[in-house]
């Protein structure tokens, strides 16, 4: 089992910034990828970003690319995500996910963290 803690939400205005933390636990995750989800109000699940965690490569959907960094720290067993030039539209509950990287469906969720951008 791997369990994840999402920080770092809250109440922006736009333009501003924001950095979440996905903090993982239970076991090795060295071979897993850690993405991050979001969802906003009324819509469906947005796989935002991604990083293997193994090699350090990463994935990001369009509209975040250039505003949003993932990282990660493996000696805390911490994925980052640095969110700059924040829009409302980014306005959603954000999850992190944990897969196995040999896997294609994220089986280990957060319970998120909330961001709120105001115009």
């Known amino acids: 089992q791997v369990q994840l803690v999402e920080s770092g939400g809250g109440l922006v205005q736009a333009g501003g910034s924001l950095r979440l933390s996905c903090v993982a636990s239970g076991r090795t995750v060295s071979a897993y990828t850690i993405g991050w989800v979001r969802q906003a109000p009324g819509k469906g699940r947005l796989f935002i970003a991604h990083?293997?965690?193994?090699?350090?490569?990463?994935y990001y959907v369009d509209s975040v690319k250039g505003r949003f960094t993932i990282s990660r720290d493996s000696a805390k067993n911490t994925v980052y995500l640095p969110m700059n030039s924040l829009e409302p539209e980014d306005t959603a509950a954000y999850y992190c996910?944990?897969?196995?990287?040999?896997?294609?469906?994220?089986?280990?969720w957060g319970q998120g963290t909330q961001v709120t951008v105001s115009s």
């Open positions: 990083i293997d965690l193994s090699v350090g490569s990463t």
């Open positions: 996910a944990a897969r196995p990287t040999t896997m294609r469906s994220y089986n280990y």
